[in-house]
């Protein structure tokens, strides 16, 4: 589908190998936790997922779209403790706040960056952000149920999926697109971003993001009227009454001169 698209080009998968089972099985004992079911079948055909795409601009290639979802390997947890750090160093827990929100009826409740969730990176949204596999409930032990979050460049959390399998259709259907995880926050993606969504729209249903306030983002210049040519008209410059009034003066007196010269000579002869 993305080859078939105008003005797409370089379309690139990267092949990996299936991750070994004990792979799985020390990461497992490593961050004493259970991958989900869907995650390490997911694994076992594919040790992660990497497909790039470019955009053709002036013939030149130009990276756009970037679907990733991190290896075994690099599935690391975030905010945990490194191996070496200062003393009273300020960590993520330190964003913990008892006054947050939990989850009601309609808002699931939030991860925490202290020991009460385990958050692993998923993908690292070329910098806009991360994705993130959670495990809410860390303690006494930590439960089986995960879910996918989005967590942003402000450290804001923002809900995806339950499950791996309906991340990764979400992350197919988008196409890549530049910041598509801000589609699924309260502020959206930025105007730039959205100019990208309506030259190739995501295969979702969710058409509301692009028909929303069209007005306030797609650029309306017709750039064949703006750098269009044109003639310039000279400008003529109005000369002020007086100078008129004297030039005109100046031109009868000559010319009345010119006249009665030679009726003056005639005389004398």
Not at 69 to 82: A, T
Request: charged share 20%; glycine share 4%.
């Amino acid at each position: 589908l993305l080859e078939t698209s105008p003005g797409v080009a370089e379309v690139t998968f990267v092949e990996k190998e299936p991750a070994e089972r004990h792979t799985i099985i020390s990461w497992e004992q490593k961050n004493a936790c259970i991958l989900p079911e869907d995650l390490k079948n997911f694994y076992l055909m594919t040790d992660g997922f990497q497909m790039t795409w470019s955009v053709k601009t002036d013939d030149t290639p130009m990276p756009l779209g970037s679907m990733v979802i991190n290896s075994v390997s690099k599935l690391c947890r975030l905010g945990g403790s490194p191996m070496y750090t200062l003393p009273n160093a300020p960590t993520l827990a330190d964003l913990e706040d008892d006054t947050d929100e939990e989850g009601n009826g309609d808002k699931p409740a939030k991860p925490h960056f202290d020991s009460r969730s385990l958050i692993f990176e998923l993908d690292p949204c070329n910098g806009n952000g991360k994705v993130c596999l959670v495990y809410k409930h860390a303690k006494p032990v930590v439960s089986p149920d995960t879910e996918i979050w989005f967590l942003d460049r402000a450290l804001y959390w923002h809900f995806l999926t339950k499950t791996f399998t309906a991340y990764y259709r979400l992350l197919i259907t988008h196409l890549g697109l530049p910041q598509w995880q801000y589609a699924f926050t309260s502020y959206g993606v930025s105007p730039q971003a959205k100019q990208w969504f309506n030259m190739y729209k995501p295969i979702t249903i969710n058409t509301a993001l692009l028909s929303e306030e069209a007005d306030s983002f797609v650029n309306k210049l017709d750039p064949n009227k703006v750098f269009k040519s044109k003639n310039k008209t000279p400008v003529i410059k109005k000369k002020p009454l007086s100078q008129v009034a004297g030039s005109q003066k100046s031109h009868t007196s000559m010319t009345f001169s010119k006249t009665s010269s030679p009726a003056g000579n005639s005389s004398r002869k």
